[in-house]
């Protein structure tokens, strides 16, 4: 039976499968009109810069909405027309009309990630939501994993202008099945949308456990921001050509295992204590990349690295929800989104710092910055607020 959470999670990975797909269409569509990547670079860059700012107002817009599905369905409708136009304009518009496109694609692309991932509490009873995270989180890996592999396949097959096409047609579909999914508001009282706003951004900084996963996971996303090219390095360091590639692979093939397992039998631990043990192994596989020179075994450590991602991404989305006030809620998904995906931008830009260091160094930065997410995510978790001293009684004065 096609119910609630089986729409929301199969217009959840047609949303994020159009989005990683779409990273692969714009090269090729840039290859093909301009001889070279770099337009192609430069509008998905376009597509990235607003994510942090727009996420705060994207999720409060939902919460504050009377038919929050509306919302949803509106943003991933918009999501899909505007990158499809990115696709289908690039190298036959100008080039300010393609950027400004990838800005109106990248605003509702908070949405896309964490604010469809805020649904689950809407379309599931308490007592399985933790196994739908798992679930959720799955179709991130899906979509990391189909994503590049499908619009590559349909662009080489049918032409770029066809990728486009369909992967514009994905959002639209998104958004027709999320129009079926019902919701129910999330304020209980009446504010100003400032007050709102505030109080979002409280929740995060001011709840002990929600800024201890925020801040960990930033971290977290600085490492997957340079995980392809380190990749790429030991791949060409391994004598694979295309060895880049299949590690990538390998690793989200793995996290699409952690995630159906924890779907499956969800962890007994508190969801936080999830979260720093996954980024602590996971830094520990990539640890030993640096030391061995067996292919075989690289690639299996990119898989068991890969198998905590999964539990990692369904417990931070678990954290999010539990901890998250009700009127808050979309909004500290899509701020939590918007921040993981600037962590990611900042890894991906600072690559180019050490990129021309020996490979085991780079690798080893790729590590440290897992391992270094789960030490701060602890040691902020153990921090806590100093009481504030009350004043001193007054003394009665001395007689004269």
């Not at 990975?13 to 159009?18: H, P």
């Not at 369904?314 to 999010?320: C, M, N």
């Not at 991906?348 to 910055?369: K, R």
Request: charged share 10%.
């Amino acid at each position: 039976m096609f119910g609630p959470l089986a729409r929301l999670l199969t217009a959840a990975t047609l949303a994020r499968t159009a989005d990683s797909g779409g990273a692969v269409v714009a090269v090729l569509a840039s290859v093909h009109a301009y001889g070279g990547p770099a337009r192609g670079a430069l509008a998905m860059a376009a597509l990235l810069v607003p994510q942090l700012a727009a996420g705060p107002f994207v999720g409060l817009i939902t919460d504050r909405a009377r038919n929050p599905r509306l919302v949803h369905a509106g943003f991933a409708g918009v999501f899909g027309v505007a990158l499809g136009g990115v696709l289908l304009l690039l190298g036959h518009a100008p080039m300010p009309l393609v950027l400004a496109l990838a800005l109106v694609a990248g605003c509702c692309g908070p949405m896309v990630f964490g604010g469809l991932s805020s649904r689950l509490d809407d379309v599931v009873v308490k007592e399985r939501q933790a196994r739908a995270r798992g679930l959720d989180a799955a179709t991130y890996n899906v979509a990391e994993i189909a994503g590049p592999a499908v619009a590559a396949g349909l662009a080489a097959w049918a032409g770029v202008a066809s990728a486009a096409v369909v992967l514009a047609g994905a959002g639209v579909a998104a958004a027709v099945l999320l129009l079926s999914v019902g919701g129910r508001p999330h304020r209980t009282r009446d504010a100003r949308f400032v007050d709102d706003l505030r109080d979002g951004f409280r929740a995060v900084v001011v709840d002990r456990v929600l800024r201890a996963v925020t801040v960990a996971t930033v971290f977290q996303a600085f490492g997957l921001g340079i995980l392809t090219p380190v990749a790429v390095l030991l791949g060409a360091r391994s004598g694979h050509a295309a060895g880049g590639g299949l590690l990538v692979t390998a690793l989200g093939v793995g996290a699409l295992a952690g995630s159906l397992l924890v779907a499956r039998h969800p962890p007994r631990w508190p969801a936080h204590r999830v979260v720093f043990g996954c980024l602590a192994a996971c830094g520990a596989a990539l640890a030993a990349v640096p030391f061995t020179s067996s292919w075989p075994v690289l690639v299996g450590l990119f898989a068991v690295a890969g198998f905590f991602d999964g539990p990692l991404l369904a417990s931070v989305l678990q954290v999010r929800a539990t901890r998250a006030p009700a009127h808050t809620r979309t909004q500290v998904f899509t701020l939590g989104a918007g921040l993981k995906l600037t962590g990611a931008a900042v890894g991906a830009a600072s690559f180019s710092l050490f990129a021309d260091a020996p490979v085991a160094v780079v690798a080893a930065v790729l590590a440290g910055s897992q391992l270094l997410a789960a030490v701060v995510g602890v040691v902020l978790l153990a921090a806590r607020p100093r009481p504030v001293a009350e004043p001193a009684p007054a003394q009665p004065a001395s007689p004269a």
